[in-house]
């Protein structure tokens, strides 16, 4: 198992930025891939940026430029750094982490942490 505490969130001004952290319990070298996925109200999750071995990273379209994930796997950290953040960022963001067992793959996700991007 993998427990995920997400941390970061808040309310920040169109133009700024904000860094979300995801600590997880166990080495990320174990993990196969980590991700941040965003919900809005009324709207389905979505994912925003993941990273994987390499590493590898993706991004979706509406973020490429402004958002970037990286790890610390000394910290068994991966962040998120957020900037010219626009008020359709607004959502809740959780972190998530994909491992695989002898017995398949699973998927594990934080508490999540709201940002708000108003003026």
């Known amino acids: 198992q993998v427990q995920l505490v997400e941390s970061g969130g808040g309310l920040v001004q169109p133009g700024g930025s904000l860094r979300l952290s995801c600590a997880a319990s166990r080495s990320i070298f174990t993990i196969k891939a980590m991700g941040w996925y965003r919900q809005a109200p009324g709207k389905q999750r979505e994912l925003v940026a993941g990273i994987s071995s390499g590493p590898s990273t993706n991004y979706a379209d509406s973020v490429k430029g402004r958002f970037t994930i990286s790890s610390d796997n000394a910290k068994n950290t991966v962040y998120l750094q957020m900037n010219s953040l626009k008020p359709e960022d607004t959502a809740v963001y959780y972190c998530?982490?994909?491992?695989?067992?002898?017995?398949?793959?699973?998927?594990?996700w934080g508490q999540g942490t709201q940002v708000t991007v108003s003026s």
């Open positions: 998530n982490a994909l491992t695989v067992a002898a017995t398949g793959e699973y998927s594990y």
